[in-house]
């Protein structure tokens, strides 16, 4: 069975970047490939992008292409999610899921979410 | 603004039915796209509760199906139990922004 588990809460001054990392078990990690989606407090969610880790191919969303990194590390079955310039409206939980390895399908096991929290 | 739009919230007694819809446009499910579904309890991570517009991993009741039509897909809730008061997400893939789409969320009361 999948098991992902997060990095933990981070506090950030806008300006800053935040990486968050997910380590990957139960399965061979470059089987599939890794999403990340955001959620604000309270309110739904937000896809991010995707990674291959077979292949390190990337999809980032429109809206954050500018400012989101994804990287795998298969040596230790871990996927990163690096976001910079951080705003105040960045601040949510964000998760990193398995989906398909040559493109973004369902994403079917879910880390346990890391909080980012952007002030002054 | 989510490019699919679902409904705030439904409700309904124990027992009885519910449907949520999930409603987008020719650039994501109404070209084809996979639909799926996501159960969220409150202070949880989503779940995968529909995978390929009607498809149930393993261990999802059979009281959750899932349906699509044209542009447009629904998630039924048969039996409703008191457990399944959660928040559900449709989620697919739009050709216009290249990129996989959420729905707003909708919030399942059991009465």
Redesign the interface.
């Known amino acids: 069975q999948a098991q992902l588990v997060q990095s933990g809460a981070e506090v950030k001054r806008p300006g800053a970047s935040v990486k968050v990392s997910c380590k990957a078990s139960g399965y061979t990690f470059t089987d599939k490939g890794i ?1 990340w ?1 955001r959620q604000a407090p309270g309110q ?4 991010l ?2 990674i291959s880790a077979y292949n390190g191919k990337t ?4 809206n954050l292409q500018a400012r989101v990194i994804m990287t795998t590390d298969t040596s230790t079955s871990t996927a990163y999610m690096e976001l910079r310039s951080l705003r105040s409206d960045d601040t949510a939980v964000y ?1 990193c ?1 398995t989906t398909g390895w040559a493109t ?10 890391t909080l980012v929290t952007v002030s002054s | 603004q989510s490019v699919l739009t679902q409904p705030p919230s439904v409700s309904g007694a124990p027992g009885q039915r519910v449907t949520i819809s999930c409603t987008g446009s020719s650039s994501d499910i109404g070209a084809g796209y996979d639909v799926h579904w996501y159960q969220q309890l409150p202070g949880t991570a989503p779940k995968l509760l529909i995978y390929t517009d009607r498809n149930r991993p393993s261990g999802v009741p059979d009281r959750f199906s899932g349906s699509k039509s044209g542009t447009s897909a629904s998630l039924a809730i048969t039996g409703l139990q008191a457990e399944d008061e959660a928040d559900y997400y449709c989620q697919s893939y739009d050709s216009s922004l290249s990129g996989v789409v959420f729905g707003g969320g909708t919030k399942l009361t059991v009465l």
């Open positions: 999403t989606v739904g969610l937000e896809w992008g995707w999809k980032y969303a429109q998760y899921a973004v399908t369902d994403f079917d096991h879910w880390g346990q979410g």
